[in-house]
T-cell receptor
Framework: DAKTTQPPSMDCAEGRAANLPCNHSTISGNEYVYWYRQIHSQGPQYIIHGLKNNETNEMASLIITEDRKSSTLILPHATLRDTAVYYCIVRVREYGNKLVFGAGTILRVKS | EAGVAQSPRYKIIEKRQSVAFWCNPI?????LYWYQQILGQGPKLLIQ????????DSQLPKDRFSAERLKGVDSTLKIQPAKLEDSAVYLC????????????FGQGTRLTVV
């Protein structure tokens, strides 16, 4: 079973920051927070992951609260191509550990 | 670097027929996953291989689904006989053994059972 809770859907204006929340109140000390997204008719795509510190890459930023019970994925300047389902997953970062997906958040970026 | 390849892209069959899907993972990736994604839901893991051994097949309906990974590279997933509720997208993913263990997904095979 998925160990995260996400809102079913969100809207964002094109060019604005999209902030996608995720609750993971039962996260264990050795579990990382991963984010994937799935654009229509494609397989899921890795975005970013983190343990306790905030992380940033070319796609997004990940903000994890100090108690690690929740996190926020930030797309700084959303475009129409960012419209997708976004999945927040907690997972022990070990070789071969599986990804357990929940229902995710449908993000709709509107012009 | 080539991604995860899957074929066919689409398949339509009648119920009670059999079907097979093929996956070629990223070169050198020892772990291979098959997921089933029903419309409107997140992907559900069916089976996980490490090289050519099964790590987890707890959610595979073994009375009708089977999978193999010969020589620890390519994999096939078979359904026999198919039911209407098997209509879904079947996703293959692979990951490496190194410190970057992110999984990379193929585009999937969309199966419609009529």
């Amino acid at each position: 079973d998925a160990k995260t809770t996400q809102p079913p859907s969100m809207d964002c204006a094109e060019g604005r920051a999209a902030n996608l929340p995720c609750n993971h109140s039962t996260i264990s000390g050795n579990e990382y927070v991963y984010w994937y997204r799935q654009i229509h008719s494609q397989g899921p795509q890795y975005i970013i992951h983190g343990l306790k510190n905030n992380e940033t890459n070319e796609m997004a930023s990940l903000i994890i609260t100090e108690d690690r019970k929740s996190s926020t994925l930030i797309l700084p300047h959303a475009t129409l191509r960012d419209t997708a389902v976004y999945y927040c997953i907690v997972r022990v970062r070990e070789y071969g550990n599986k990804l357990v997906f929940g229902a995710g958040t449908i993000l709709r970026v509107k012009s | 670097e080539a991604g995860v390849a899957q074929s066919p892209r689409y398949k339509i069959i009648e119920k009670r027929q059999s079907v097979a899907f093929w996956c070629n993972p990223i070169s050198g990736h020892a772990t291979l996953y098959w997921y089933q994604q029903i419309l409107g839901q997140g992907p559900k893991l069916l089976i996980q291989f490490q090289n050519n051994g099964v790590v987890d097949d707890s959610q595979l309906p073994k009375d009708r689904f089977s999978a193999e990974r010969l020589k620890g590279v390519d994999s096939t997933l078979k359904i026999q006989p198919a039911k209407l509720e098997d209509s879904a997208v079947y996703l293959c993913a692979s990951s490496s053994t190194g410190p970057n263990t992110e999984a990379f997904f193929g585009q999937g095979t969309r199966l419609t059972v009529v």
